[in-house]
């Protein structure tokens, strides 16, 4: 049975990591480019990477797609790149393991670069996007990728701060 | 223990569907999708834009200094602004004299349309790094179009624009991309920086240059957030940095000339020595606009 408390934590928690990414997302970003970190992909990647059911997929599809809505990328794009993180993350995230922070760095860098990629290659068929830019625009997701990845150890201290999403945290994941 | 299995099954079945959705949805047309992201916009607006209103003010204090005091770099930053704004002043004599000269002919051109101005606000960010747009308060209803010049104000120089008084303040940040839907009050204004924003330009050599010459050229958002001008004709005269770069007056969109900004480096064109690359330093900050003015030339 789906405990509707659940739900509730990670709309409040999606929801103040959309806010923070709309609101606030290009006034504190780095350098002249302002580059932002992608607050919505730690948190599908950690909710991929914690929890215990597997409805965190659903919440990393829902991410997605809010970053979809909250995005010019097509709609659908951001939904099934999350989706697929979110599922791989989650079925080898015994691989993974320890008890330290790093992994949870590497697979959010690798991650959101990937996921950037990805979005900008469907956008190159549908959305209007150049590849003569493609350059430019993989350097800024590099440098995005390494930014949001060394948010994931602070998103982390803050979810083990807050009650467990959709089942109890697992054991030994990163943070505990 | 039942009851959770069914639980796991059900919700990894949703999911399946739901990535199927979004196939779909990735199939369908853009025009049939793209006014789904002015509706959560919307939704968020209240949020978002008290959010940016606070990062706003504390990037603001943070950049000011004591009273009393004002440092070197200070100093330039305002010297320069000044000039800008001269500019966009000297642009606009130059628009009224032809005004005069065709008045004076009993001629009616289409150069001398007239505009009326709809402030809108910033509410928000587009949250992917790939595209560098804003969105606002102000949807159809006010008259926004697609296609339309924004104009923006260094927020130290006030924060709230009042047309006609002080639209030689503002400078030229970028285009409304898309007008939003009927009943949600919403537009996308993508800035100058954007991967793929074209503009044609003029540049001008700037105020320690005695010189008379102007080249035309295209501005374009090149990646990595840069700003870059191709294909200026530079007819013996060389461009360089501290050159003013205006957009060109375009009867349907901005009846006079306005500064984007200055030069901020030149190079020849690696791909093409003929031509010059030129990057652009905008005259406003893109990321902390407040406020925006759009010029609507059909009222």
């Known amino acids: ?176 | 223990m039942a009851g959770k299995r069914r639980g796991q099954t059900n919700s990894k079945q949703v999911f399946a569907w739901l990535m199927v959705l979004s196939v779909v949805a990735l199939l369908l047309p853009r025009r049939l999708t793209d006014g789904l992201d002015f509706v959560l916009t919307s939704l968020l607006k209240p949020m978002t834009s008290v959010s940016r209103g606070w990062g706003l003010s504390v990037t603001k204090n943070l950049e000011l200094a004591k009273p009393g005091s004002v440092r070197a770099d200070q100093y330039r930053q305002l010297e320069e602004r000044a000039k800008r704004q001269r500019t966009n002043l000297l642009q606009e004599i130059r628009q009224l004299k032809e005004l005069n000269t065709a008045l004076t002919g009993l001629r009616q051109t289409f150069g001398m349309a007239q505009a009326s101005y709809i402030i809108a606000g910033v509410i928000g960010s587009d949250t992917s790094n790939a595209h560098r747009i804003e969105h606002l308060n102000q949807g159809v209803e006010a008259g926004v179009e697609a296609g339309q010049i924004v104009l923006g104000m260094d927020p130290r120089d006030g924060s709230n624009p009042s047309p006609g008084e002080s639209i030689s303040q503002m400078f030229v940040v970028g285009r409304i991309k898309q007008a939003g839907i009927k009943g949600v009050r919403n537009t996308k204004l993508e800035l100058l920086n954007n991967n793929g924003f074209r503009l044609p330009v003029v540049i001008e050599p700037g105020e320690g240059r005695r010189e008379d010459w102007r080249g035309q050229g295209v501005l374009e958002g090149n990646g990595m957030g840069r700003i870059v001008v191709k294909m200026v004709e530079i007819e013996g005269h060389t461009v360089q940095r501290g050159d003013v770069v205006l957009a060109c007056s375009d009867p349907r969109r901005l009846p006079v000339e306005m500064v984007i900004g200055s030069v901020g480096d030149c190079q020849a064109d690696r791909s093409n020595p003929l031509l010059w690359e030129i990057q652009v330093k905008p005259a406003v900050d893109l990321h902390q606009l407040d406020q925006v003015v759009i010029v609507n030339t059909k009222w």
């Open chain 1, 1 to 176: 049975m789906v405990k509707t408390g659940h739900w509730i934590s990670f709309g409040l928690m999606g929801l103040g990591a959309l806010v923070i990414q709309s609101g606030l997302g290009r006034l504190v970003g780095l350098g002249p480019q302002r580059i932002m970190p992608d607050l919505l992909l730690i948190l599908a990647v950690l909710m991929a990477f914690r929890c215990e059911d597997s409805r965190s997929l659903l919440g990393c599809w829902v991410l997605g797609l809010c970053k979809d809505l909250s995005s010019d990328a097509v709609l659908g794009s951001y939904a099934i790149c999350f989706g697929l993180l979110g599922v791989t993350v989650y079925f080898l995230r015994n691989w993974f393991y320890g008890n330290n922070w790093i992994s949870a760095m590497v697979v959010t860098f690798l991650g959101s670069f990937l996921v950037e990629q990805s979005v900008y290659l469907i956008g190159t068929f549908k959305g209007g996007l150049s590849w003569e830019l493609w350059g430019g625009s993989s350097m800024e997701m590099l440098f995005s990728a390494g930014f949001t990845a060394a948010l994931a150890p602070y998103g982390q201290w803050i979810l083990s701060k807050l009650p467990g999403l959709w089942g109890r945290q697992l054991k030994g994941a990163p943070g505990e």
